[in-house]
């Protein structure tokens, strides 16, 4: 079996794609740490080109102080085997000093669909995210790049950052990948104990609970406080948001109707897990 070569620089990077352009090429921004979703992000961007770059990059900026950026999980090796079965066609891993050399001074400042929920929580998150996200896509200039429905929020602060950018990529969404129980596939489930795993897959039960909950005629508040309830009751330390927004523009949602997103996070432990369903 023949692993995805790597290369740790943009000039590498560039040099890698240029043969590639004809046929087009595209991106998958990654953290590495690479599960079942991450693979279908590969899937998806093959049914448009057999040319996929993935990124595995730990941003740094967007962690902050206390989070996990020191402890969250690195295994190149491991990725490189798990994209292989995928077919991906090359990794870019590059170096802190790569992607933010000395004297680093930009960064962009997202606002539009990244005011509120996560941003309430981690103010730092998305501009960190859109710093690097328009990095990367400025290096690689890819004619798509695919991003997990599983991050809601930044799916469409990328989708924001493009469009206002004017990068001339189409960024393609793509469902989210679920354990057997339903638990939404995130590197940070390897963090779960066996019994606050157990814990785990009841979140995306009660956020379908909230869904039948509204579409019986509950108001936006009742439901969100049987589902906040709930998810206390089976186990979750807090939530931190049980939101309703609008799915396209993610302005608040004060009544059901139009195509909505339910975005939860709640934390077990040490561990923060996010989830999003459509109403
Ligand atoms: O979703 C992620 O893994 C990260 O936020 C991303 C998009 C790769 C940026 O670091």
Redesign the pocket.
């Known amino acids: 079996m023949t692993y995805p070569p790597v290369v740790t620089t943009v000039a590498e990077l560039r040099h890698m794609l240029m043969p590639w352009r004809k046929d087009g090429v595209a991106l998958v ?3 590495g740490a690479l599960h079942d979703g991450h693979l279908s992000l590969v899937e998806a961007c093959k049914k448009k080109t057999p040319h996929v770059a993935v ?1 595995i ?1 730990v ?1 740094p900026t ?1 962690f902050a102080p206390h989070e996990d950026f020191n402890s969250y999980p690195r295994d190149l090796e491991a990725d490189r085997a798990r994209l292989t079965s995928v077919g991906a066609s090359m990794i870019f891993a590059p170096t802190a000093k790569e992607m933010y050399p000395d004297g680093f001074a930009t960064t962009l400042l997202m606002k539009g669909p990244a005011a509120g929920l996560e941003t309430d929580f981690r103010p730092h998150f998305f501009d ?2 859109a710093t ?2 328009a990095k ?1 896509l400025i290096a690689a200039m890819p004619d798509w790049a695919a ?2 429905e599983k ?1 809601y929020q ?1 799916l469409l602060v ?1 989708k924001r950052l493009a469009l206002d950018l004017a990068l001339p990529v189409e960024i393609l969404p793509v469902a989210i990948a679920r354990e057997a129980d339903g638990l939404a596939m995130s590197s940070r489930n390897a963090y779960l104990t066996p019994a606050e795993r157990q814990i785990a897959g009841k979140l995306n039960r009660v956020m379908k609970d909230v869904i039948a909950l509204l579409e019986r005629g509950a108001s936006i508040a009742e439901a969100q406080t049987l589902g906040t309830t709930a998810l206390k009751a089976a186990g979750f330390d807090s939530v931190d948001y049980l939101a309703l927004r609008d799915a396209a523009d993610f302005t608040p949602v004060t009544q059901t109707g139009a195509p909505a997103r339910l975005l939860a996070a709640a934390r077990i432990g040490k561990t923060r897990l996010i989830d999003n369903m459509a109403v």
């Open positions: 921004p990654t953290m990124s990059f941003n967007q960190g995210v690097v996200v990367l991003f997990g991050d930044q990328v």
